[in-house]
């Protein structure tokens, strides 16, 4: 009977100091470590946008050319017998500097016989009016009506004072002619072309050269129509930057002077002048500015108050994405009044302490949850507020 108890209580027993067994084990072994939640929310680097005052500036393209060009012709006919060495393409002269110079002789000769007669003309007059005189003092002792102008000889003296005249003129157009032997730059200039040698004979109003007016430089360029919008309302007296880059780079100063008043037929622009004083550093230590350089010319437009400077990267269809003070992404209309290079001028549409959106997430939508590079998470500390902490056996205590 014992035996038969023995062997029923025998398994019983077995499985009990198993299962003991089992609990025992698993309570000295080592406790599983708390699984943290995955994070799921996308990362991004966001940046506060604040307004600022932007002052546009209008940029243009031209060709630098000559205030005037002169062609320059002979005032007198004769042989030329010499000329100027700066007197040759390329070579630059001076205001009152003189190019070449006819034989003068004839016209010397010329004068000599102008004051001759000029010298007569004033004789005859002298004469006249000493008989006038006479004939005048003689008529106090006639009867009024033997006294006539002929008798005074006033119509002599009118004919002596108008040989005096016509002598006079003889003489100022042979000085002229004179001075006209010696053919003097009308301005600072740079000579383009010399058509005359020495020993050549030369006609009245011939061909003898042409020179450019280096005092001042003249740039027209066009004004685009996104431009036009923002020039200011006193264009007239501007200061303007004229430039140009490469090899031979410079910066000269130059000032607004005129608009042309019209607007291009085929391009639909308006034509802006822009003028440099002595483009060609006469006795100046500033950079040589050539005729015929393509230069750029900036000059400041309006300025725009209370607008957001935004790089064109960050800007699609008109529209940026914000970080809401949720953390929620959330996307803006925006208003483009002005493409400068990389960057976009935005007027409506932003304020103030936005959080712009520098690195979007692959597939973004309005109000999804993200993370803030470099900012405390919000929803993190949260969640660590709302934690109770066990106390420990030494606080039981």
């Known amino acids: 009977m014992n035996k038969k108890w023995i062997k029923i209580a025998a398994p019983i027993l077995a499985f009990i100091f198993g299962i003991v067994g ?3 084990i698993g309570a000295s072994g080592p406790e599983e470590e708390e699984k943290k939640p995955v994070e799921t ?5 966001v940046e506060k ?13 031209g060709e630098v050319r000559p205030l005037e060009s002169t062609i320059l012709s002979a005032q007198v006919s004769g042989e030329v017998v010499s000329w100027n060495p700066n007197f040759v393409a390329g070579g630059l002269v001076k205001r009152g500097d003189v190019l070449f110079n006819v034989n003068p002789d004839n016209y010397q000769a010329a004068v000599l016989q102008a004051e001759a007669a000029l010298t007569s003309a004033q004789s005859s007059l002298i004469q006249e009016r000493g008989l006038a005189d006479v004939a005048e003092r003689e008529a106090k002792t006639l009867p009024n009506s033997r006294v006539t102008d002929l008798y005074l000889r006033k119509p002599q003296l009118l004919s002596a004072q108008a040989a005096v005249k016509s002598a006079q003129a003889r003489l100022k157009l042979a000085q002229r002619d004179l001075s006209y032997c010696e053919v003097r730059a009308p301005y600072d200039a740079l000579v383009i072309a010399r058509d005359i040698g020495k020993g050549q004979n030369v006609n009245q109003g011939a061909r003898v050269g042409e020179i450019n007016n280096i005092e001042t430089a003249e ?3 066009p004004i685009a129509g996104f431009d036009s919008a923002f020039l200011p309302n006193q264009l007239l007296g501007l200061e303007a930057d004229v430039s140009k880059d490469g090899r031979y780079a410079f910066n000269r100063p130059g000032k607004i002077v005129r608009d042309l008043g019209v607007v291009d037929s085929d391009t639909r622009m308006t034509n802006i002048v822009v003028q440099v004083e002595n483009p060609y550093s006469i006795d ?22 209370n607008v957001f400077k935004l790089s064109q990267d960050l800007v699609t269809n008109n529209s940026v994405w914000v970080a809401t003070d949720e953390n929620k992404l959330d996307i803006r209309r925006i208003e483009v009044i002005r493409e400068e290079a990389d960057y976009f001028i935005v007027g409506n549409g932003l304020k103030n302490g ?8 692959e597939y973004p939508q309005k109000d999804m949850d993200v993370l803030i590079a470099g900012q405390k998470d919000i929803k993190a500390k949260d969640k660590s507020d709302d934690v109770s902490v066990e106390p420990t056996s030494s606080e039981k205590e």
Do not use: A, C, E
């Not at 929310?41 to 680097?45: G, N």
């Not at 600022?52 to 209008?58: A, D």
């Not at 950079?287 to 900036?298: A, E, L």
């Open 22 to 24: 089992m609990n025992v």
């Open 41 to 45: 929310r996308p990362t991004v680097k």
């Open 49 to 61: 946008v604040s307004s600022l005052t932007h002052q546009v500036v209008i940029t243009g393209h």
């Open 219 to 221: 740039i027209i360029f």
């Open 284 to 305: 100046s230590s500033l950079p040589k500015m050539q005729f015929g350089n393509y230069v750029t010319v900036r000059f400041n437009g309006q300025s725009l108050n």
């Open 354 to 361: 936005d959080n712009l959106i520098l690195t979007l997430p």
